[in-house]
């Protein structure tokens, strides 16, 4: 099979200057198949402007392979006649905040997204100084949480949050809001926004172009259309089952289990929760995790979570419907979501001009399972090291500029998520635990120092003497649940969800 090309134009000066100064490397590049007579989109590479045109395709199939010489650009290498080209893939949080911090800094960003109306179950909730330094408009956010209670496995409940000021809140938003305002801030900046669902990326050589392949919804059609894009750099945003970290070999991790329903429930009962969030603990709505309800703009969200019996999810979060039915009866579910949620970070977060964030790179917590504002701070700062590296979109950039948002992102947050892991082993591994730790939530210094700690996501330092005295509290406490466990007191470890459940537990 033979095929003709016309309108080719490659700018050799530009290309010859640049691999005689050794910031580009020749490579050959095989483009997409096209229709005889349809025009292949240009693409720019170190200053090479190569567009071209099928004119005539012979043989049996109406189709050809377009090949075209063009050039590989090294990392810190000046781009002439164009700006870096970067994909984020994924557009919740993370790659929404990174799409917009690269357009902003003069990259030219496409931001690729299967679901523009995405409802992760996700409990929603954002620390306050999240609405500040993301510019986040009040009418986003469904409810302003000033109360939690904490409820034991022997259903104690322990009223939080007696420590927060008259402007102190925890924000609570929905997924599908959330997400969409930042993707259109994104947009509006400059962005390219598409409806697409990633397949898989190609790059030519190690300093070459990528080739990403992704299947097209623009049309609106359920089936969608094969598509390309070529781009220089890509960010994985796509969540716990990143393809792009696949791609990378970013290595195995464990994930938990997410399932969660929207109920409905009446005027009456919306009211309690009004301002209100609640966290039950206990084996019967999850081995490892909690179970909640938080509130929503007309509804509240009732889910749960577990990494080590996913088999067994509904059973959990049945468990945790039965604890608050007293509150939430009478109401119509509305929806159900489940989704899978990382459980640490990735062995490997990049690989050359390839970078994850978000759930792709792992950064959930563990004990509280906060994800919202890790993503959207590491779609940022990742962006933030691409402009820089890039000097605002003029130069290559590469696993250089990466490394310097992994590295600025190891500094700040290792230790949040080293302590929140070691809370988790302590206090999430029995019942008579759980007890001792909803406990010592009804302390107000720990009250104090765990919402300063969430609200502005700062280290707040302590009062040596309450430090220590916290220490006791804690011992004592973990000896005391020790002590329960040892007895196989029944008293508490008991189950609450369903009659069936409650049998299940009697004849274990």
């Not at 306050?128 to 330094?133: I, N, P, S």
């Not at 962005?191 to 392949?213: C, K, W, Y």
């Not at 635990?433 to 302590?462: I, N």
Request: glycine share 8%; hydrophobic share 40%; aromatic share 8%.
């Amino acid at each position: 099979m033979a095929a003709s090309f016309a309108n080719t134009q490659v700018s050799g000066k530009v290309a010859n200057r640049q691999v005689a100064q050794g910031r580009v490397a020749p490579f050959r590049a095989t483009g997409v198949r096209k229709t005889a007579g349809t025009q292949i989109p240009s693409f720019y590479f170190a200053g090479v402007s190569v567009h071209q045109r099928v004119i005539a395709v012979s043989g049996a199939r109406s189709v050809s392979r377009a090949v075209q010489t063009v050039f590989a650009v090294k990392d810190g290498a000046v781009l002439e006649g164009r700006k870096l080209r970067v994909a984020v893939i994924g557009g919740g949080p993370s790659g929404a905040c990174a799409a917009e911090t690269l357009a902003k800094g003069g990259v030219e960003t496409f931001l690729i997204e299967r679901k523009l109306d995405n409802c992760k179950p996700c409990g929603g909730a954002i620390p306050l100084c999240m609405v500040e330094e993301f510019d986040l408009p009040l009418e986003i956010i469904d409810r302003k949480v000033t109360k939690m209670k904490m409820i034991s496995p022997s259903n104690r409940e322990v009223d939080v949050g007696k420590t927060l000021s008259e402007t102190e809140w925890i924000g609570m938003c929905r997924r599908e809001v959330f997400d969409d305002y930042l993707r259109k801030r994104a947009e509006k900046l400059g962005a390219s926004v598409l409806n697409g669902l990633f397949m898989r990326s190609e790059q030519q050589g190690t300093d070459g172009p990528f080739t990403i392949h992704y299947t097209s919804f623009a049309d609106g059609s359920k089936m969608g259309t094969p598509a390309t894009l070529e781009v220089d750099m890509i960010i994985g945003a796509d969540g716990a089952n990143s393809r792009i970290a696949k791609e990378i070999d970013a290595g195995e991790y464990d994930y938990a289990i997410a399932f969660q329903e929207r109920i409905r429930i009446p005027e009456d009962k919306m009211k309690y929760y009004e301002n209100l969030a609640e966290m039950y603990v206990g084996d019967d709505v999850s081995p490892d995790f909690y179970g909640w309800v938080f509130p929503k703009y007309d509804h509240v969200a009732v889910g749960t979570g577990t990494v080590v019996n996913k088999t067994a999810i509904k059973q959990y979060q049945q468990a945790t419907r039965d604890r608050s039915k007293v509150k939430t009866e009478g109401g119509k579910i509305i929806r159900v979501e489940a989704h899978p949620i990382p459980e640490h970070p990735r062995p490997r977060r990049c690989k050359g001009r390839v970078a994850l964030v978000g759930d792709a790179a792992g950064y959930v917590t563990k004990c509280s399972g906060e994800g919202i504002y890790f993503a959207a701070k590491s779609g940022r700062m990742c962006a933030e090291a691409i402009v820089e590296g890039s000097a605002n979109g003029t130069k290559m950039a590469g696993e250089d500029a990466i490394r310097v948002y992994l590295d600025k992102w190891d500094r700040k947050y290792w230790a949040t998520y080293k302590v929140l892991d070691i809370l988790q082993k302590v206090f999430y591994r029995s019942n008579p635990a759980r007890e001792a730790f909803v406990e010592l939530c009804e302390d107000s210094y720990v009250q104090k120092m765990t919402f300063d700690s969430y609200l502005y996501k700062t280290v707040v330092p302590g009062n040596p003497l309450d430090d220590v005295k916290l220490l006791v509290r804690t011992v004592s406490s973990l000896i005391r649940s020790n002590a329960l466990r040892s007895a196989n007191s029944k008293s508490v470890n008991v189950s609450f969800g369903s009659k069936a459940n409650e049998e299940r537990v009697a004849t274990a």
